[in-house]
């Protein structure tokens, strides 16, 4: 199967140091032959060992401006977490202007398709009550870690779009409706925070295909975003702040007002509490909101600003903006009464770790642990998997060799060396001067003769 990874690796770049390894949460990454390796059937695109890679080796493969000349009409799509980028005193209005100011033609709020899924998973909630705790759909990265790595839980995300597509595809049928253009000379354009949702474009997640044409980071067009706004064109803003909200962590479940609900964010948090739910020990809790991205998508690496004070910023803005008109109304406005929210189907994406024939597996399994009880489990990292136990895997697979481990290596080191000494004090019978003229073979120290003093020469 073919995978589209939007997260690259600059071999130029990779020095090998083995830091990326360890920060992925999937163990996606090898170190070989001094470069790192990714495993497209387990890579989720979080961005973590972008985060972590110290020589700029990772990056995010993303679109560019110059796509808007391939179509007739373009529509901007602006994360909630954009907002987190300027100061204070920047309104949302300028910051739109200053986006439609790239070159586009129109530019919409994802926070409008983020006040749509609130509204659709409170519904969902209320008419489902056979599992919990059930599990936001809004991140793509979190979405792809359970099928990955807890396939088993598939069933507790909520089967919703996300508002990214949401948006997009409202906008494509509203555009349409007012230009009349046919859908491929619209292009939709999605300004993205993380490359989990550039992936999100090119390789869904739920099955259907995304209403999205084209994906830029936000750091690539911040510089002319500040410039666009020197220019005082307010543009036409559509949603609430509780869509806004959405931009850092717990906005979701504020939206969506649920009561009973966990937030978490950050992607290793987030493998805590998906292993407490495999355990059975969250069903008393009716919602779980996980981001992959520390803060929530305020903390994605294609953004600019610190996180910490991006959030902030967004929580003044939701603060201080006032109410606006149901959503009912500002869609029936817009000449769309009711803008449903389209199911997905989350498939789990099981990995082959040892081998498709149980049999197989099963005495690989065996070897591993077998394996894993010789290796030092330090979980280093030296031998490029990240723990003994990948190691192991890697091994039985016939991906690595036991050597790989450099104190299993410098063992086999130690016990040639220590045989070489004992071939280099060895003499032939016939040349053995240390033979008694009574008693048989005697050695320097009155030990058997030959060998090294500590064996008996056959």
């Not at 008419?127 to 793509?140: D, F």
């Not at 779009?161 to 939709?188: D, N, Y």
């Not at 902030?312 to 959503?327: A, I, K, T, Y």
């Amino acid at each position: 199967m073919e995978y589209f990874h939007s997260v690259r690796l600059d071999k130029e770049k990779c020095k090998g140091c083995v830091n990326c390894i360890k920060k992925c949460p999937v163990e996606a990454i090898r170190v070989r032959h001094g470069k790192a390796e990714i495993m497209e059937e387990r890579c989720i695109d979080c961005g973590e060992c972008i985060r972590a890679c110290p020589n700029h080796a990772k990056y995010a493969e993303r679109d560019s401006l110059q796509d808007l000349a391939l179509f007739s009409y373009t529509v901007a799509l602006t994360a909630p977490s954009l907002y987190g980028q300027f100061r204070d005193n920047v309104s949302p209005a300028r910051i739109l202007a200053a986006v439609k100011a790239l070159g586009f033609d129109d530019v919409c709020e994802v926070a409008l398709g983020a006040e749509m899924v609130s509204q659709a998973v409170r519904d969902y909630l209320q008419a489902n009550h056979h599992l919990r705790p059930l599990v936001s759909s809004a991140c793509p990265a979190v979405v792809r870690l359970v099928q990955v790595r807890f396939p088993a839980l598939v069933d507790h995300i909520i089967p919703l779009e996300s508002p990214m597509q949401v948006t997009a595809s409202f906008m494509r049928r509203k555009t349409a409706q007012e230009t009349g253009l046919p859908s491929e000379k619209i292009g939709i354009f999605f300004l993205s925070p993380c490359p989990a949702k550039v992936t999100a474009v090119k390789n869904p997640v739920g099955g259907l295909p995304s209403e999205v044409d084209r994906v830029l980071a936000v750091a690539d067009v911040y510089g002319r975003l500040l410039e666009n706004l020197r220019q005082e064109q307010p543009c036409l803003t559509r949603a609430d702040r509780l869509g806004i909200g959405w931009g850092a962590s717990g906005g979701e479940v504020a939206a969506a007002g649920i009561e009973n609900a966990l937030i978490v964010d950050g992607i290793h948090n987030v493998i805590s509490v998906l292993e407490e739910i495999e355990l059975g020990r969250l069903g008393d809790i009716d919602f779980i909101e996980a981001q992959a991205c520390p803060g929530g998508c305020v903390g994605g690496i294609l953004n600019v600003n610190n996180r910490f004070v991006a959030g902030v910023r967004l929580r003044h803005l939701v603060r201080d903006l006032p109410p606006r008109e149901p959503l009912a109304e500002r869609l029936a406005a817009a000449g769309f009464p009711s803008v449903p929210v389209p199911r997905i189907e989350v498939q789990p994406r099981p990995i082959v770790r040892l081998d498709r024939d149980l049999k197989r597996a099963m005495q690989k399994l065996q070897q591993v642990q077998t394996l894993i009880e010789h290796l030092p489990g330090l979980d280093c990292g030296s031998c490029g998997a990240p723990t003994c136990r990948a190691l192991a895997e890697d091994i039985a697979v016939g991906k690595a060799l036991e050597t790989d481990c450099i104190f299993k290596l410098r063992e086999r080191i130690m016990a040639l060396a220590q045989e070489t000494y004992n071939l280099a004090r060895a003499v032939p019978p016939a040349m053995d001067q240390t033979k008694t003229a009574k008693g048989g073979n005697k050695g320097e120290n009155g030990g058997p003769a030959g060998g090294a003093g500590t064996g008996t020469q056959t």
